[in-house]
Every structure is written in structure tokens, then in C-alpha cells.
């Protein structure tokens, strides 16, 4: 922490909270001035573990004269709402995914936050892992030519409780919305998706409507092709890959194994050890790299992070993609 770091008020310490805490906390660029979680439990836990003042009110982190911007890692429904807060008093803030379940709201919210001009971001945090940004990069040089087809392969390794299930807003919104924003950081122009849902495995998924398998298709302005493959399991760990084809090339980006070792025998050949467990190992350096990111943007600097329009946007995506698989048809989109 600098003299002048920014102040940030932290807004729910559930899992994904704790991880921005503690990279708060790691930033030297930033200090955690407050922590804000109706279990005040747990805001003291954070608190006392990475500082800052804890309270059960996240009004007090609004009204304070010791916050310079907010990071709201609290449940979707109360996202908009405390979005709107931080927008009012000209805050900037940082806001996990997605802005909402109802694109009614988050369209709603759209003209306060366009008039506003309160920087606002969202947390996609995958832009930020140097592997994606890497090759997305390259392929912006033009060094494949043009990009012709995107394949995100994202797999978790195994499916959530029932009851989140219930409250996700199903595998698009929830998950898949990560590869939609990914894929319009590749292609912004998308035009078309084509999904297919399968429920094969959960039981959980199948109490609630909702589906363990899918896979979509967009379709970008240029032609290009974006294939998304999801499963809510996977028996070789968290499977996150990426592979960029053009007209000049191709360009991959491999699963990160715990080791870079390998065992080689007259049994087995180049084994290896498994992939990393989950997102909070695979993406510790991207969740990093997007604070960084935010403290520049809310300094006023340049920066990459997302912002309320590319959240708005991959709503949009999944729910053509949920409508997509319910009707067994392709859906036109537009993000005017």
C-alpha cells in the first residue's frame, strides 16, 4: 500500500470476495478502507485477515469519506442496486458477473450509467489471463490473418449444489456468460447464436430446468464461427482451453497442469500431472491483473477492464442461447 492507494469498499465476502480482498490487500496501488456483508461475520473475518472497517450496512460504505471506489462481489440480485448507489454518488466501481438475471433491469439501469459517465466495470476476469490475452493479442496483429473460427472449451470439474442451481439463472447465464464475453473480446460483432442443451448427468440440473451440457455457436458480422463447449463436469479437472484458426494459422491455448513435470516408464509415456482443480487456481492471475486494471480505470487511466456495456452484452448472448436451445432454432441478436 502507497500513500496514495485507493481506497476500496469491499461489498460481499463470500468465496470470490475473499479473493478480491486478498488481492486488494496484495495491491500496492490499493488498500481495503471497508468491508461490507449482511453476515457480519464474515465482513469482520475479511476485515481483521486484509483490513479496512466491517459493517453490516453496505449504505456505510456509500456514505463514507474514506472509499474511492467499490467492488461489489455480492449475490446477482443485488447487484443493480448497489451499481446504482455507486453510480449516484459518482463512485466507481467494480461488479462481478453477471449485472443481472433480467436483461429488463439491466436496460433500465443503461441510461443512468451512459449519462453518469461514473466508470463502471464488470468482472470478466479471463480477459486478464496473460494466455488469452496473449493470443488475442496476436491475432489483433493479424499474425494468423483473419480469424475465420474461436473454440472455447470451458469445463468444470464438477457441477454445483441443486440449490445454486436454482438461484443461477441456468448453465448460460451462469456459466457459459464467461465464454460469451470472451468470445466478443475476440469477435465484438456477433449476430447470431445457435445453442444446443443437454441435461445427461445432474440431478440437480434436472430438477430445475436447466442443462449440464451444451454447446453453442456464434456467428460474428465477418462470418466467423465462435464454438463454445461446456460441460458441469469433468473427470481430468478444470478444463479451460482456447483455440484461434485463421487464414494464416492457428493459435492454442493449453490446459495449466499442477506440474511441469513428467513421468515417463516401459508402462506410460510423458505422464503427466492433473490440470489445476479450479477457477480460483487457474485465474488467480487474471482476478490480479483485472484489479489492476480497475485502478486505472477509476483513476481515470487507461484501461482494459469490461465494462457495463460488455455485461449488458453477453446477457444478451445467453439469453439468445437459452432461447436458442428451448427452440431449437437460431437467434438473430442485436446490441443496439
Known amino acids: 500500500m502507497t500513500e496514495n ?49 466491517a459493517t453490516a450496512d453496505p449504505d456505510e460504505i456509500f456514505a463514507a469519506d474514506d472509499v474511492d471506489a467499490v467492488l461489489i462481489a455480492s449475490p446477482t440480485p443485488t447487484h443493480v442496486g448497489l ?18 438475471l433480467d436483461i429488463a433491469r439491466v436496460e433500465a439501469l443503461r441510461p443512468k450509467i451512459t449519462a453518469a459517465g461514473v466508470p463502471v466495470a ?12 496473449e493470443v488475442r493479442a496476436r491475432v489483433a496483429a493479424g499474425e494468423i490473418g483473419a480469424l475465420e473460427q474461436l473454440t472455447i472449451i470451458s469445463r468444470d470439474p464438477a ?10 439463472g441456468g448453465i448460460f447465464r451462469d456459466m457459459t456468460i464467461h465464454d460469451f464475453d470472451m468470445a466478443r473480446f475476440f469477435l465484438p460483432d456477433i449476430v447470431e447464436v445457435s445453442a444446443v442443451g443437454t441435461t445427461m448427468f445432474d440431478a440437480g440440473a434436472r430438477a430445475h430446468g436447466d442443462f449440464d451440457t451444451a454447446v453453442v455457436t456464434l456467428t460474428a458480422a465477418t462470418g466467423a464461427v465462435v464454438t463454445i463447449i461446456n460441460s458441469r463436469h469433468s473427470a481430468v479437472g478444470y478444463d479451460q482451453r482456447i483455440e484461434a484458426f485463421g487464414s494464416g494459422g492457428s493459435l492454442q491455448v493449453a490446459n495449466r497442469s499442477t506440474s511441469l513435470v513428467s513421468h515417463s516408464s516401459a508402462a506410460r509415456v510423458e505422464a503427466r500431472a492433473p490440470y489445476e482443480d479450479f477457477f480460483l487456481q487457474r485465474y488467480a492471475e487474471a482476478y490480479a491483473a483485472e484489479l489492476t486494471s480497475f485502478i486505472a480505470l477509476a483513476r481515470g ?20 442461447a437459452q432461447r436458442s436451445a428451448q427452440e431449437h432454432a437460431a437467434v438473430t441478436v442485436r446490441f443496439a
Do not use: M, W
Not at 457441477?159 to 443461477?168: G, K, Q
Open 159 to 168: 457441477a454445483p449444489p441443486a440449490d445454486y442451481i436454482a438461484l443461477s
Open 5 to 53: 492507494s485507493l481506497r476500496i469498499g469491499l461489498i460481499g465476502t463470500g468465496r470470490i470476495g475473499q479473493v478480491h480482498a486478498a488481492n486488494i490487500a496484495a495491491n500496492p496501488d490499493a488498500s481495503l478502507s471497508r468491508v461490507a456483508d449482511p453476515f457480519i461475520d464474515g465482513a469482520r473475518g475479511v476485515a481483521e485477515r486484509f483490513g479496512g472497517r
Open 301 to 320: 487511466g487507461a484501461s482494459d477492464s469490461s465494462s457495463f456495456e460488455d455485461g449488458r452484452a453477453a446477457l444478451i448472448l445467453a439469453d439468445a
Open 122 to 133: 464488470l468482472g470478466f476476469n479471463r480477459r486478464f489471463d496473460p494466455a488469452f490475452a
Open 83 to 100: 451499481i446504482e448507489k455507486a453510480v449516484d454518488r459518482g463512485i466507481p466501481v467494480l461488479c462481478e458477473k453477471p449485472i443481472d
